[in-house]
């Protein structure tokens, strides 16, 4: 059976952008707070959902630069982990997430009473490389998770 040209024009339109959709992929991917949102003066648990390593290689360690106004902090223990607040860091290691694995790391505190976007700063060491997950430009590729105190963190992207 032959199929149209119009046929055939949208086949191969559909088979581009799903290339295009596969290929932007590892691009979108972060480290995802859960929940992005927490009340103001509360206390609360956020686990960091962690999406991949850097390229082909697992990640060894993880440092969380503590958001202005957050009080309280504690890193929640992690199997086969060493968690440690370290100044103004809190910092899991010791570790090894294979590169094409998602596991979470949770932290407690306590958010400020005042509504506000919390930036938790990243730096993700892996075997071979390292990702900072600092970019806080419109856009960026590697952005830091972002949690709203009182309202919703902005989209992504």
Excluded: Y
């Amino acid at each position: 059976m032959t199929r149209s040209w119009p046929t055939r024009v949208v086949f191969g339109v559909t088979l581009a952008l799903g290339a295009v959709v596969l290929a932007a992929a590892p691009a979108s991917a972060h480290i995802e707070p859960d929940p992005s949102r927490v009340e103001p003066g509360a206390a609360a648990t956020v686990a960091f959902n962690v999406e991949h390593g850097c390229d082909t290689s697992p990640t060894t360690s993880l440092t969380f630069k503590i958001p202005k106004g957050v009080k309280d902090v504690a890193p929640e223990a992690k199997d086969e982990w060493s968690s440690k607040l370290k100044g103004k860091t809190v910092v899991f290691e010791d570790g090894l997430l294979a590169a094409n694995t998602e596991d979470q790391f949770a932290i407690s505190f306590k958010a400020p009473n005042k509504k506000t976007i919390l930036v938790w700063k990243v730096v993700q060491r892996c075997q071979e490389g390292t990702i900072r997950w600092i970019d806080t430009s419109a856009g960026a590729e590697e952005p830091p998770p972002r949690v709203g105190v009182g309202k919703n963190p902005p989209a992504e992207g």
